[in-house]
Antibody, heavy 123, light 108 residues
Framework: EVQLVESGGHLVQPGGSLRLSCAASGFAFDTYDMNWVRQAPGKGLEWVSSVISTGTSMYYADSVKGRFTISRDNGKDSLYLEMNSLRAEDTAVYYC????????????????WGQGTLVTVSS | EIVLTQSPATLSLSPGERATLSCRASQSVSTFLAWYQQKPGQAPRLLIYDASNRATGIPARFSGSGSGTDFTLTISSLEPEDFAVYYCQQRSNWPPLTFGGGTKVEIK
């Protein structure tokens, strides 16, 4: 069974830092691109960042570029999001989600999601 | 950046009725469009990919259509568990990967 379990979210002051983790199991983690998607309270979905299967290319939304860093450890089947200079508008549930390899029909879509971890930025 | 606009924002229907949701792209995405369902307190779930293909385990009452800039998600006969928020997402031109603003299907 595919499982994605996020952790690390909590209350942090504006300007602070946080590191989110996503533990993957039940699939070949090192063959999937991985993503972080967030959802502010009562709002829609916003893509935050992606990292390809090898970890050698990363992509970011303009809203987090220069402040957030995505990374992965394929030896530990884990995905990370380092969040710096946090702002009130970063308050959201952060989901990790997998993107199947290019040779699969579902490539480019997020076919499994974790349950999310809540990040609250407030003084 | 490709902007996806969903309409209506809210759809009020009764169980057994047909639901028709729209997603319009700011430029052509060919058929590289997906639909997700999200229930309160849950993560999104992939329903439809490449505009018209049902994901594994998705009931046949869900269908998708469209190409280019105009797409439709149809739920042929609403079941109680279908009342939720639905999002479209494009993979034609990214980054950024973009989502629509969502359509809430609520019980009338």
């Amino acid at each position: 069974e595919v499982q994605l379990v996020e952790s690390g979210g909590h209350l942090v002051q504006p300007g602070g830092s946080l590191r989110l983790s996503c533990a993957a199991s039940g699939f070949a983690f090192d063959t999937y691109d991985m993503n972080w998607v967030r959802q502010a309270p009562g709002k829609g979905l916003e893509w935050v960042s992606s990292v390809i299967s090898t970890g050698t290319s990363m992509y970011y939304a303009d809203s987090v570029k220069g402040r957030f860093t995505i990374s992965r450890d394929n030896g530990k089947d884990s995905l990370y999001l380092e969040m710096n200079s946090l702002r009130a508008e970063d308050t959201a549930v952060y989901y990790c989600a997998r993107d199947p390899p290019y040779y699969e029909s579902l490539t480019g879509y997020l076919d499994h999601w974790g349950q999310g971890t809540l990040v609250t930025v407030s003084s | 950046e490709i902007v996806l606009t969903q309409s209506p924002a809210t759809l009020s229907l009764s169980p057994g009725e047909r639901a028709t949701l729209s997603c319009r792209a700011s430029q052509s995405v060919s058929t590289f469009l997906a639909w997700y369902q999200q229930k309160p307190g849950q993560a999104p779930r992939l329903l439809i990919y490449d505009a018209s293909n049902r994901a594994t385990g998705i009931p046949a009452r869900f269908s998708g259509s469209g190409s280019g800039t105009d797409f439709t998600l149809t739920i042929s006969s609403l079941e109680p568990e279908d009342f939720a928020v639905y999002y479209c997402q494009q993979r034609s031109n990214w980054p950024p990967l973009t989502f629509g603003g969502g359509t809430k299907v609520e019980i009338k």
